[in-house]
């Protein structure tokens, strides 16, 4: 379980994440939703110990992020973080992660079956996939260290019907397994088909979080929360 209590983070004078508080549940996938630059990578970064905070403290399985030793073994993200890779293969990329989680290499094989990278694919450079196949392999690369929490920044980018099906049968799975999903879009059916409860996200702060049926039935604040966010 993923808990955010008063996350907050500066630029200069700007505030791009203004006092977020949140649960997401193991067992649950949680959607985070809200337009460009409202502040959904910048508190994944943050959860992924990339951005550090100003103030607020963010707690994975009830120790502070900045605690826990490893914490790839404790929590996958996928950001597009492809352009760092670009030069190596698919299979440098998770074979250099197994490593640095301590893991055997028969994990990476585990991991390209789990994402249907071929022997062929993963041979090639990053720089020449397309984007679903980087989502693909950055979905291998999150998920390499067996986490209790997966962080997953607009992961539908670049994934074509079937894709997105595989996707949320992967994500669904995993959250039926008792990991916790928190997932970004800016795209309410995107989120709204997979996630169990759902975040708002406008200008920095959350403006409404529940489960979809609550969200629904206060339709009306959510809606003008989504279209204000
Ligand atoms: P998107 O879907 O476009 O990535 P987002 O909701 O993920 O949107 P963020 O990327 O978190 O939004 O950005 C929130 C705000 O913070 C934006 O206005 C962005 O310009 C600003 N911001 C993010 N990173 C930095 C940075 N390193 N320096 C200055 N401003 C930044």
């Known amino acids: 379980m993923i808990t955010v209590q008063g996350l907050t983070k500066r630029y200069g004078g700007f505030t791009a994440v203004d006092d977020v508080s949140f649960v997401a549940r193991a067992g649950q996938v949680t959607g985070f939703l809200g337009p460009n630059g409202a502040g959904k990578t910048t508190t994944m970064r943050i959860l992924a110990g990339l951005t550090h905070q100003d103030a607020g403290v963010a707690t994975v399985g009830g120790h502070r992020l900045q605690d826990i030793p490893n914490p790839g073994r404790h929590v996958g993200i996928l950001l597009d973080a492809s352009a760092q890779h670009a030069g190596r293969t698919g299979r440098e990329v998770l074979t250099l992660a197994a490593k640095t989680m301590g893991l055997p290499g028969s ?57 997105i099906r595989w996707m949320r049968g992967l994500l669904r799975g995993y959250a039926e397994r008792g990991g916790a999903v928190l997932l970004s879009s800016h795209l309410l059916h995107e989120v709204e088909q997979i996630a169990d409860e759902m975040l708002v996200i406008g200008r920095g702060k959350i403006v409404a979080a529940g489960t979809k049926s609550e969200l629904l039935a206060s339709a009306g604040t959510f809606v003008k929360a989504v279209d204000t966010a």
């Open 107 to 163: 994990r990476v094989d585990e991991m390209l079956e789990l994402v249907s990278l071929s022997d062929d694919e993963a041979k090639r450079r990053v720089r020449n996939y397309s984007l679903g196949m980087r989502q693909r392999l950055g979905i291998a690369h999150a998920l390499m260290g067996d986490p209790q929490v997966l962080i997953l920044d607009e992961p539908a980018n670049g994934l074509d019907p079937a894709g």
